[in-house]
């Protein structure tokens, strides 16, 4: 990988993969050809936890230029008046076309909970979602420790809960591309001052524990449509840049990176060809088995 820490304009280039990293204006005017090209603007979908939350208002400055992660930018002061951490939100950028939406889930359920429930309405959309980003399970490390569990047993019931939403998932992937974000990197040094009851179970053991969970999930699924796309580099990205202002959270350059990967995908899907969806999986699945290529057969 090329990087230089020093500079959030700092470029993430794997052996044989390449992103083209875009300015706000270069975004707006991506997204205007996008909903050109297709006829319908664009509609992202973000459901999770506080990372998914991150990526939210990474895409709000992007397209307003406000900043309201205070979880990344020191200078942001959190006012929970006005922002709300735990609940969902929609966005609209006119300049752009683009419609953003945000949905709170901090966990899976048995399949007759709020999160199959969403899901099964995604499908049901008329207007269907461009890309749908998903990810969850710091929460439940935490939980598990805190309830004196051992994460083994909890990792398991992950696991089950995870195959139960899959078939939902994979429905949604026939019109949506579905990508899963893992678990970043847990910064124990940045996480020690938080307290006990927060860093509770977070450590990069469990970590990998619950992101192998899914991979081993998807990496065993015969789909018959697109499969639902475990996001290898979002993994590697965090990992790599030690700048997590609290442990837990993305920091600056690491949120920047993903938005940058997300962002190409978006774009691309206005030009994409035979001959450019293999660069795309290579950003997206870059590290499995020591290839820069996708898994899935698109």
Not at 145 to 159: E, G, H, I, P, R
Request: hydrophobic share 35%.
């Amino acid at each position: 990988m090329k990087w230089n820490p020093q500079r959030v304009t700092a470029v993430w280039e794997p052996s044989r993969c390449t992103i083209r990293y875009r300015s706000p204006s270069e975004v707006s005017k991506c997204v205007i050809d996008v909903a050109n090209r297709n006829r319908e603007e664009p509609l992202i979908v973000l459901v999770g936890d506080s990372r998914l939350r991150q990526l939210r208002d990474g895409l709000v400055e992007i397209f307003t230029g406000k900043d309201f992660d205070f979880q990344s930018n020191r200078r942001v002061i959190y006012n929970d008046t006005v922002y709300k951490k735990h609940e969902s939100s929609g966005s609209y950028f006119a300049n752009s076309g683009l419609h953003l939406r945000f949905e709170w889930h901090a966990g899976m359920d048995d399949g007759s909970g709020s999160l199959t429930s969403l899901i099964k309405e995604l499908i049901k959309l008329q207007f269907k979602p461009t890309i749908v980003v998903i990810g969850m399970g710091a929460w439940t490390m935490r939980q598990c420790t805190n309830d004196k569990k051992l994460q083994s047993f909890c990792v398991q019931a992950y696991q089950k809960e995870f195959m139960t939403l899959l078939p939902a998932l994979e429905t949604l992937a026939t019109t949506s591309k579905v990508i899963w974000l893992p678990q970043g990197a847990i910064h124990y040094e940045q996480l020690l001052p938080r307290g006990q009851d927060l860093m509770a179970g977070l450590n990069n053991r469990n970590t990998m524990l619950y992101n192998n969970a899914v991979r081993e999930v998807l990496e065993s699924s015969r789909p018959k449509g697109p499969p639902v796309i475990f996001w290898e580099s979002a993994w590697e990205i965090s990992l790599a840049l030690k700048e997590s202002m609290d442990g837990l959270h993305f920091g600056n350059q690491t949120k920047h990176h993903l938005l940058q990967i997300l962002i190409e995908w978006v774009c691309s899907s206005s030009t994409r060809t035979a001959e450019t969806v293999p660069i795309i999986n290579n950003i997206l699945f870059h590290g499995r088995s020591d290839r820069c290529c996708s898994l899935y057969p698109e």
